[in-house]
């Protein structure tokens, strides 16, 4: 197995696709959206354009991540992404994370863009496990990975200072068996 093939994976609302340099200037404006810096802690430098379309025009010769544009399957608007990295293969598990733009909220292409892609990594790619981190107080983001399947499996407590203020990280997984059980019902 390896994150070598970049599929497209279209759902009722969202497509994921590939990404390309020319991805980077809508990517610099969501990554520099206020809300996708509370939740994610912002990268600890500011990148310029130029690094940007380096980096997500390379995305499809990484073959140890899986890096793909989340669009919206009615408009082809590119309103975020969505990851499988730090795989490790003798585990057969991997680390997910997700970012949304404003224009890719509350109309469920997140759950949805977060099943396709877990629904691919169990399903083509043959992991056992996909786990994530995600701060207690990002509600939205905690309901998502539930509605995909995810399960709470502790708390790193007070694991960083954000804002002048101790948040916790909640830790979650997803198993083979647990995907195979949830997708097995929603047929």
């Not at 990268?43 to 073959?63: H, I, M, N």
């Amino acid at each position: 197995m390896s994150f070598s093939v970049k599929p497209v994976l279209t759902g009722e609302k969202a497509v994921l696709r590939p990404f390309t340099a020319a991805d980077a200037e809508v990517m610099a404006e969501i990554i520099r959206d206020p809300e996708v810096l509370r939740f994610t802690g912002g990268p600890d430098t500011e990148f310029t354009l130029e690094q940007l379309r380096s980096w997500y025009g390379s995305r499809s010769a990484q073959p140890d991540r899986l890096d793909l544009a989340v669009t919206d399957r009615a408009t082809g608007e590119l309103v975020g992404e969505v990851v499988l990295y730090e795989w490790d293969e003798r585990a057969r598990g991997c680390t997910f994370r997700t970012l949304l733009g404003p224009r890719g909220r509350d109309r469920g292409l997140g759950t949805e863009a977060t099943r396709l892609v877990v629904g691919y990594g169990f399903e083509e790619l043959g992991l056992h496990r996909i786990q994530l981190e995600v701060y207690g107080h990002n509600a939205r983001a905690l309901r998502a990975y539930e509605k995909a399947g995810f399960v709470r499996e502790g708390v790193r407590r007070e694991a960083d200072l954000r804002d002048g203020r101790w948040v916790d990280w909640v830790l979650m997984a997803v198993l083979e068996q647990e995907w195979a059980a949830l997708s097995s019902t929603a047929r």
